[in-house]
């Protein structure tokens, strides 16, 4: 099912404050917050109610929260909620806060930047009100509230909106990062809890790319003989169709 994602708020663009982040954020339906630490991880939580300053904890059924990356490594763990009580700490005196106790905490004051990274007032409680499966806190945010950035995203229903430049800052082309490409793709697997044994992959470039080249390659080195199964050579238009 296809869902737009729209920035709506940022501690390094909007500043780390309850308020702003309310202001913001309050009665814009499904979200999902995401936090970057100084370490390389990403986590986060999302809730399909809105946020409102109702000043009590919110039930929702469907909230959840998330690992996606640790130490610069993908990471892929959903912690799904016990239940759905106590979901969110819906209260106007802090940011967003998931689960009593809490599972998931932020700030709940004005926070000023330290260097490149601002030092959250709460971090993880885990095993409150969602099940995180015995994965452990320095699993998740490596035992710190060091945050480079924390985004706040509004969910919609539909397709994805033609991006007019790039969605985030792309790296400079050089030797490190094509060796760090390789070995993502060298290393990469399907999400442990999808419990899928192959995958597809989609090559995406310029026509004339190579991508049909690179496929030709792959699948004869399998094969142990040279074939030619996708269309490949230079043309005005793509050669592929399939």
Aim: proline letters at 5%.
């Amino acid at each position: 099912e296809s869902k737009v994602f729209e920035l709506i708020y940022s501690i390094n663009r909007d500043g780390c404050n309850p308020a702003v982040f309310h202001q913001l954020c309050n009665n814009k339906g499904p979200t999902v917050t995401v936090l970057y630490n100084t370490d390389g991880s990403v986590f986060g939580g999302y809730t399909s109610i809105p946020w409102r300053s109702s000043n009590a904890y919110q039930v929702d059924y469907k909230a959840f929260l998330f690992r996606l990356w640790f130490i610069g490594q993908p990471k892929y763990t959903k912690f799904p909620a016990k239940g759905g009580n106590s979901a969110i700490y819906d209260y106007a005196t802090v940011g967003p806060f998931f689960g009593a106790g809490h599972d998931l905490g932020t700030f709940n004051t004005t926070l000023n930047k330290s260097g490149n990274y601002f030092t959250f007032t709460h971090g993880l409680t885990i095993n409150n009100s969602y099940d995180f499966r015995n994965v452990l806190v320095q699993e998740i945010n490596n035992g710190h509230t060091k945050i480079e950035e924390l985004q706040v995203y509004k969910i919609t229903d539909g397709p994805d909106l033609q991006l007019l430049e790039p969605w985030r800052p792309m790296p400079e082309w050089n030797l490190r990062l094509l060796e760090t490409l390789k070995d993502e793709v060298q290393n990469f697997a399907p999400i442990e809890e999808l419990r899928i044994s192959q995958m597809k992959l989609l090559l995406i470039g310029p026509v004339g790319g190579g991508k049909s080249s690179f496929f030709n390659t792959i699948n004869s080195i399998f094969r142990g003989h040279v074939t030619s199964q996708a269309c490949s050579g230079s043309a005005e238009h793509s050669l592929t169709t399939k």
